[in-house]
């Protein structure tokens, strides 16, 4: 049997814009209305699975409902430009479904669905009508079902005969009739002033029509509600018209085109990765088809001669497991002017010839993530030399605002048909297997052509954008160095894991004793609705907030109520030891590595838009050491020899010294060059006193400002650092810029050349681009300024201690020392350093750091060492 699905375009997309949060996607474009219908669509795609589809939309405002009432739906807002923006995008989401669409002059949405589910209903077909608007329900009859949205999106709730006479007592041809009495505020219909829709829907259920009802007026209870029926007897009349749907639409095409099933599933996964909904890919339960690729030949060898691997060569080392630490290898490519060869990984691993190739410096390697295939080669014993271009670091560098580097989507972007998406050839995540051998051959070779014909092209657009010292200079070699030190690993103490397990635990205990102490009786403390009873309803302290759910009990809100009542501060404190535990005491201990006792993290170098590296698995750089408690988690990470020690070498107010540099501020480099501590100085400046004069509170507020200016922050964001008003936070912010007039000149004129330009750049030219700049948006726009003010100095400050790694480790592999740098965490670099290598590397370490760059302040390093990493500090 047949079954059409018609959705009301408009109503769903404008329930979309207001149910979620605006969103857009790294490009600057609004994308929440698009998230929220492609939620819709995919729900009714999977539970109605209809044979026909079609999606009407309005033409534009005026339709032949004006000629009766001209201000028909005359009291609407303008659609915000943030959601019409988003309307091509809702069709081209259409369109990569191959769902029809329709719309035509003079009628509405309404209309159209209404003739279509006439149509559809004469033939007998199963008709089911999605929107948010009840007018709709008027099309309900035996083979008609209206599914209205209720909360959010996809909550919806479905009208059939039965529901319609449940929940109003009347029939669906009724509807227009409630509305011909109660009117319609949303579409600005009138109906009877003074008749809602409990009075329309008694007198309905009287007298059956809006007709009647006036026919009857004698006979109705209530001189006010007389008086009132006869006064608007036209305007009843003509409510009810207005409401009524138009089911003769003249729609040129037969039912039978709105055909929905066949649909080039790659389209709606290019779109869904363009719009960056990652989410809804991972629910796209479908088999991704494969696109057309180019034919290509290769050779499978068993015995590898380095004759054929050539001189300069694309390698393609395939892991298919992003935790690529001891992953297997599912085989090796090479691509050169030559040959294309496949080798399986364990011929390739057992190729003297191979391996020596791989191993020889003067034999230039062009690879796909340079990180990934060291180290998934280091695990099996294998050196890997001589990279000479990454193109995952390429494409980054030229954008780090695009949300794929992977070689597909590089290589499609350049118009390369080369290659197919990973997900085609392996599946999805939980799906996720090995081709046949010969498919899983030639996806390999095929990521190494595109890698092969893609080095030339990336490697022009960075001399063009003068990117190719950053690239050659600082991000190959750094991939190199974050590989060993990733391979490596930096060993962590179980057993004191453990004891810091139970102190906490201890702990928590106490804590929680404390709490029910304090609020007079025993409750589930990780319960926000239990908590929420004992501190606004029993202890009567008064609510910051309310959520959908009840009382908020976030964090912010417990920090206001600590003033009101003790027991908030025991809560925050609470929290925050039972984080430690779950995230960092029991997420540690489950990824040491057994045999070794490391832990072997894996650094993202393609990620931030600032070019600062990030951790993950575990996220080393996210310990919290404002706490004590947490800082102390540190005194489980412990030199991998006995005897030797932990070095901390931490880059002082980095930041700042970039702005004082970029800026060019005669005060704040005067400041540094003095070595006098810099938040004394803006205080000093700011509040126009001596330096003996300072208060610590004054500091304390000079410190927020400095950082805050570094990060773009407003007004807002510091009076809620310090707990002042905006007003004051205001001041502070303007006495700051007119003690520092250079800072705020080069803010202005950053935004003005970057609003030109498109991007920002660092001092070593790393870019980011900031389309929102020129958006009609306020918020965006501003968030966009701030940016661009903030990205140049700390993609500054991220370049400088990827500068100091690089060169760290030519100094060390120069001098041939034992010791090893471990982890970077921000601005901090952590080594394991030998007694009788001890001296010498606290030398060392700062004197190269601290001359990574050029600037016109100096850098400042400070360096500690322990027995630990918490005693180094």
Not at 235 to 261: H, N, R
Not at 548 to 553: L, Q
Not at 822 to 843: A, C, G, N, T, Y
Request: some cysteine.
């Amino acid at each position: 049997m047949s079954k059409l699905v018609l959705i009301d375009g408009n109503s769903i997309a404008y329930r979309a814009f207001f149910a979620l949060p605006l969103l857009n996607n790294q490009k600057g474009v609004y994308t929440n209305a698009v998230y929220g219908f492609a939620m819709m669509l995919m729900k009714i795609i999977e539970e109605e699975q209809p044979t026909h589809m079609l999606v009407a939309f309005d033409a534009g405002k005026t339709t032949f409902r004006h000629k009766t009432y001209k201000e028909y739906k005359g009291g609407r807002q303008k659609t915000p430009p943030e959601l019409s923006e988003q309307f091509p995008l809702v069709r081209e989401l259409l369109d990569a479904y191959k769902i029809s669409r329709y719309e035509a002059e003079q009628y509405e949405a309404d209309d159209i669905i209404g003739t279509l589910a006439k149509q559809a209903g004469e033939k007998k077909w199963e008709v089911k009508v999605y929107s948010g608007d009840k007018d709709l329900l008027q099309l309900v009859d035996d083979n008609v079902t209206v599914v209205l949205t209720k909360k959010g999106i996809t909550n919806v709730e479905a009208y059939d005969l039965g529901m319609i006479e449940e929940k109003y007592g009347i029939k669906p041809e009724q509807i227009i009739d409630m509305k011909g009495l109660m009117g319609d505020s949303s579409d600005n219909i009138p109906g009877v002033p003074g008749i809602g829709e409990k009075t329309a829907l008694k007198l309905l259920k009287q007298y059956g029509t809006v007709e009647n009802v006036l026919h009857s007026i004698d006979e109705i209870s209530g001189k006010k509600m007389k008086e009132r029926l006869e006064e608007n007897r036209e305007q009843a009349l003509m409510s009810k018209e207005l409401a009524t749907i138009f089911l003769e639409v003249p729609i040129e095409e037969a039912l039978d085109q709105y055909e929905f099933g066949k649909f080039d599933t790659n389209e709606v996964v290019h779109l869904l990765k363009e719009l960056e909904f990652t989410s809804l890919l991972e629910k796209l339960d479908v088999e991704v088809e494969q696109g057309e690729v180019e034919e290509l030949d290769y050779d499978i060898v068993r015995e590898v001669k380095k004759t054929d691997l050539g001189v300069e060569s694309a390698v393609l080392v395939e892991v298919l497991d992003e935790h690529y630490h001891q992953a297997e290898i599912n085989g090796v490519a090479i691509v050169n002017k030559n040959k294309r060869l496949f080798i399986k990984a364990e011929d390739a691993l057992a190729s003297e010839e191979f391996l020596e190739w791989l191993e020889d410096d003067r034999c230039k390697k062009w690879v796909f993530d340079a990180k990934k295939s060291v180290v998934a080669l280091a695990w099996k014993g294998a050196v890997m030399n001589g990279v000479d271009f990454d193109v995952q670091m390429a494409s980054y560098l030229l954008d780090p605002s695009l949300s794929s580097h992977d070689i597909h989507d590089v290589a499609s972007r350049k118009g390369m048909t080369i290659v197919q998406a990973d997900e085609v050839v392996y599946g999805k995540r939980a799906k996720q297997k090995l081709p046949e051998d010969t498919e899983l051959a030639t996806h390999i070779v095929r990521k190494a052509e595109a890698v092969y014909r893609l080095k030339s092209e990336l490697e022009e657009e960075l001399v063009t954008n003068e990117q190719d010292k950053l690239y050659r200079e600082l991000e190959m070699p750094l991939s190199i160095v974050l590989g060993h030190m990733e391979k490596h690993g930096v060993k962590v103490d179980q057993d004191m894991l453990n004891k810091m397990g139970e102190d906490l635990e201890k702990r928590l205990a106490e804590l929680e004793k404390t709490i029910h102490s304090l609020a007079g009786e025993s409750f589930n403390i990780n319960s926000p609705k239990q908590l929420g009873e004992i501190l606004f309803v029993k202890l009567e302290l008064p609510p910051v907030k309310k959520t959908k759910t009840g009382y908020s009990t976030s964090a912010d809100v417990l920090e206001k109520l600590a003033v009101e009542h003790e027991i908030a501060e025991y809560i925050v404190h609470y929290r925050q030891l039972g984080k430690l535990k779950s995230t960092y005491i029991e997420g540690l201990s489950k990824v040491i590595k057994k045999d070794t006792s490391k832990i072997h993290t894996r650094y993202n170098q393609a990620l931030t838009q600032t070019g600062r590296l990030s951790s993950t698995d575990p996220n080393l750089q996210n310990i919290p050491i404002r706490l004590e408690e947490g800082r102390k988690i540190r005194k489980a990470f412990v030199p991998a020899t006995n005897g030797w020690k932990m070095v901390a070498a931490d880059y002082s107010q980095i930041e700042l010294r970039v702005l004082a540099h970029i800026a060019g501020d005669e005060k704040l480099i005067e400041a540094f060059n003095q070595n006098m501590d810099i938040h004394t100085k803006t205080a000093m400046d700011v509040f126009h006193v001596k330096e003996e004069d300072v208060t610590s509170q004054m500091r304390r507020s000079a410190k927020a400002v400095n950082f805050g200016i570094v990060y773009g922050i407003s007004d807002y964001g510091l009076s809620q650092n310090l707990n002042i008003t905006r007003k004051e936070a205001a001041e502070f912010i303007e006495r700051y810029f007119n003690s520092y007039p250079n800072v705020k000149e080069y803010m202005d004129q950053t935004v003005a050349d970057a609003r030109e330009k498109g991007f920002v750049s660092t001092l070593l030219q790393r870019r980011r681009y900031l389309p929102d700049l020129t958006s009609r948006n306020f918020n965006k726009r501003s968030f966009a300024e701030r940016t661009a003010m903030n990205t140049p100095i700390q993609g500054t400050a991220a370049d400088i201690i990827k500068k100091a790694m690089v060169q760290m480790a030519k100094e060390m592999e120069k001098r041939q020392v034992k010791s090893r740098m471990l982890l970077q965490v921000h601005d901090e670099l952590i080594f394991e350093v030998p007694e009788d290598e001890l001296d010498s590397m606290m030398e060392l370490v700062p004197e190269v750091m601290e001359q990574a760059v050029s600037l016109d302040v100096p850098l400042k390093v400070d360096i500690s060492y322990g027995d630990t990493w918490y005693d180094a500090k």
